[in-house]
């Protein structure tokens, strides 16, 4: 029996490393566990090592982060390469800007990929982006006419309280609206400020303004459409500077302020409290996230990389 089995093999040319490779693969997907955090948002996912993936395992994580919006890893040995390889997995990543560092500091960029998310000063100069603040809820970087659909952060150093980070279901968010204000919206855009960073500060190159309606940065449809799995989920962005194009100034306010009030449904929120090792990814299209303020004596590092749409066609 077993001479026509490798007869049979042999004539189709597989090797004994590819039935191996198929049966670890089998194993890798066998093992891995989606544990739901909340009803249909935000999930687990057990028993599998991120920096050794397979690809029927990665197709089957793909699946869950657009079914559930969140995953969450835990106990995962990453460095800066293996987060990008990772990463990378789900689309082309944002390359960290450098067109205001000098020869020096690119020097010291070990990869342009993963960008420190830190309140860590190095004589006197901040290691990472957005330092202590809090984070009021957005999803990132709304501003450009096409955002990245994923972000992927790796707990390094956690600090002992405060830095938490939390995840809203919009898709939840917009099933909530009362009828009447989901009909209001339908066909009306927002304006997304570009001028400010997460934590309220004005990015390099940009001026101050004192009017919404001065905000610069690319207007989008209240409700959005998902692209892979066609829901439609509520697209705030971001409360501060937000401008609904077409209504008279203290209309849009009002109508933004009952929107909010919609936007982080109490079922349907995930919180993370960071410990090392932990690896979050996120679906921009599908939810709001924030975060707590970080007390200025405690280290805290995260690395993040952004996941940008791929190109179609
Ligand atoms: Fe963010």
Known sequence: MWRSVWARLASQRITITDVLE??????TVDALKIV???????????GVNLAALAD???RAIYEAWLTYGVLRFKGQSLDKDSLQTFSQRFGPLEEMPTGRMSAAQKAKIDNLYVTPISNIKVA?????????????????????ETPPPASVLLGVEIPQNGGDTFFADQRAALAWLPQALRERIT??????????DSVGNLRPGFDAFD???????AIHSMVRVHNETGEECLYLGRREWAY??????????????????YATPVDYVVEQNWTPGDVIIWDNRRCLHKRTSIDPSQRRLLLRCQVLARVSG
């Open 244 to 261: 609904v194009p077409g209504l008279p100034l203290e209309e849009s306010e009002a109508l933004l302020d009952d929107l909010w009030a």
């Open 56 to 58: 029927d395992a990665f």
């Open 22 to 27: 198929a049966v670890d693969s089998l194993k």
């Open 187 to 196: 066909g009306l855009t927002i304006k997304h400020n570009a001028a400010h």
């Open 211 to 217: 009017d919404v309606r001065d905000a610069p940065g």
């Open 36 to 46: 739901p955090i909340c009803e249909g948002f935000g999930a687990d996912v057990q």
């Open 124 to 144: 006197g100069k901040p290691i990472g982006g957005l330092g202590d603040a809090e984070a009021t809820w957005h999803s990132d970087m709304t501003y450009i």
